[in-house]
């Protein structure tokens, strides 16, 4: 076996959640290894929906512009009953979301992935391994160790730290010995991906939940020329019959007159869970993606939750890596994400217990109530996103994520500063000698201004409000990296707050 060789960070997993953890932690200037065990990336799509929050941090490492061009704008969410009656409706609003993306973008994740992979290569940092198998892995007081089988035999790597993003089926959660809660869903779907004749773009306007206790099923935009279904199996349908090319077609020909013109690009059967990890982090190694949490597809933010938890981590690793945070900072990527994705994993559940009811008089009694609902303006709203809230200060506007303005006509903030901390202040002369203060103790944050900006500082334009909605008329707004808001208030009290909070012991 060759020596070891030493890097900052060593990666296990090169999915899209794992490429978005290797390109931030060379944006942050670390050293990484990533090995995948497949030699190509998953050609056949998997998640279909990215939001835009999501497609706002994928910004930061250059591959947004990509999405969108292999994405469309979702301009609904409908569940409904058999007869079409609509039971409960999501639609986003017409103008962009205050990160200037659209809401919901119904998108085809391979073009993500190549796109990730294509931006890797351009990283001097980041060396990939394709084709290697994690084998085996241990650390002690002063990195990881991992044994990774090759083409060309077995290589022992050394890191400071490494991050499991190796799916739900992860090697390095099973080798730290850590169990899944399970919150309580479990089914099978059978999921059809197919094209679309050549110049159409979609089939539907909306995705649909039809909620037929014969046949539950999703319809969902997955990108331009392509489209989705997944059919619940029950429990007496033979798994193999249902993949037939003609029981397939069958159940698509419900949806669509065009059947002989579409073609099936895959089909498989999916068990949808909802777990998580019990911890995300063991000493030097951390667990993110599906390797720490699944849910089912009802709410459409596995993906986005994963990416979401990359963001989380990659900049306080390298505070750690550097001795400028405690190691211990890592432990607030589980103590703030996982009560989000618990939220979501809980809130796609019950968005599935509603599709999923199988028996004729319960769904007859589901559907009463819900249309008598919605008939009298009672209808609860759609499971509204959730905001993160530990780790954070209080007030309205924490643990919500930053909108983003514009500097100048043409250029994002977020292109115009990068992935540090930022501080928005109200009025900039005002503040400016709070201000001064501030980056003079954190000299990596960016200073911005909605007004009478002084020297050194960012003019921001917040043509929507949003950003000035948030503050509420607070001196300022401190937002992290990630760009999730940490608090508003007096930029020394944000200032003191901040120093807390990397040492590990805000407590919201």
């Not at 609509?86 to 017409?94: A, D, E, F, K, V």
């Not at 039809?210 to 429990?235: I, V």
Request: aromatic letters at 6%.
């Amino acid at each position: 076996m060759p020596d070891s060789q030493q890097y900052e960070v060593l990666i296990v997993g090169l999915g899209p959640v794992g490429a978005v953890m290797a390109a931030l932690c060379a944006k942050l200037g670390l050293r990484v290894r990533a090995v995948e065990r497949d030699t190509e990336i998953y050609k056949l799509p998997r998640a279909v929906q990215i939001d835009f929050e999501v497609l706002r941090l994928l910004n930061f490492i250059g591959v947004a512009d990509a999405v969108l061009e292999n994405s469309c704008p979702s301009k609904g969410y409908e569940f409904v009953n058999r007869d079409r009656e609509i039971l409960m409706s999501r639609y986003p609003p017409s103008q962009l979301a205050p990160t200037r993306y659209p809401w919901n973008n119904m998108f085809h994740q391979p073009s993500l992935e190549a796109a990730l992979r294509a931006r890797l290569e351009q990283l001097n940092e980041v060396e990939i391994s394709l084709g290697a198998n994690a084998t085996g892995i241990e650390q002690d007081g002063k990195g990881v160790t991992a044994i990774v089988e090759t083409a060309n035999g077995a290589e022992q790597i050394r890191a400071d730290f490494a991050v499991g993003c190796d799916g739900g089926r992860s090697f390095v959660r099973k080798s730290l010995g850590i169990d899944m809660v399970d919150l309580g869903f479990d089914e099978p779907w059978l999921v059809v991906d197919v094209t679309l004749p050549p110049g159409m773009r979609q089939l539907f306007d909306v995705s649909t939940q039809l909620c037929d206790p014969a046949n539950p099923t999703t319809s969902a935009l997955s990108g331009p020329g392509r489209h989705r279904w997944e059919f619940m199996l029950r429990p007496d349908e033979e798994r193999d019959a249902a993949m037939r090319t003609e029981n397939i077609k069958a159940r698509l020909s419900e949806w669509v007159d065009c059947i002989d013109s579409i073609q099936v690009e895959r089909c498989a059967i999916y068990e949808f869970h909802g777990l998580i990890a019990q911890r995300w982090r063991s000493g030097r190694i951390a667990l993110i993606g599906d390797a720490a949490h699944q849910m089912p597809p009802f709410y459409g933010q596995g993906l986005c939750s994963g990416i979401r938890d990359a963001f989380n981590l990659a900049w306080k690793l390298a505070l750690a890596l550097c001795g400028q945070a405690p190691v211990d900072l890592l432990d607030t990527v589980q103590s703030e994400r996982d009560p989000h994705v618990a939220t979501i994993t809980r809130n796609a559940i019950e968005l599935g217990k509603i599709v999923c009811v199988a028996d004729e008089a319960g769904a007859a009694e589901r559907d009463r109530r819900m249309l008598a609902d919605r008939e009298s303006g009672r209808a609860p709203p759609f499971p509204a996103m959730p905001h993160i809230t530990r780790g954070v200060m209080q007030g309205a506007a924490a643990g919500k994520t930053m909108p983003e303005p514009m500097v100048g006509d043409e250029l994002r903030l977020d292109d115009t500063v990068g992935y540090v901390p930022v501080l928005v202040l109200a009025n900039g002369k005002f503040s400016s000698a709070q201000a001064n203060a501030f980056k003079e103790e954190f000299p990596e944050a960016a200073i911005c201004c909605l007004a009478n900006g002084a020297d050194g500082q960012l003019q921001l334009r917040d043509e929507s409000g949003h950003l000035g909605k948030m503050l509420d008329g607070a001196p300022a707004l401190l937002a992290k990296p990630d760009r999730i808001v940490l608090g508003t208030g007096d930029p020394a009290m944000l200032a003191e707050q901040w120093r807390t909070y990397l040492k590990g012991e805000l407590q919201s």
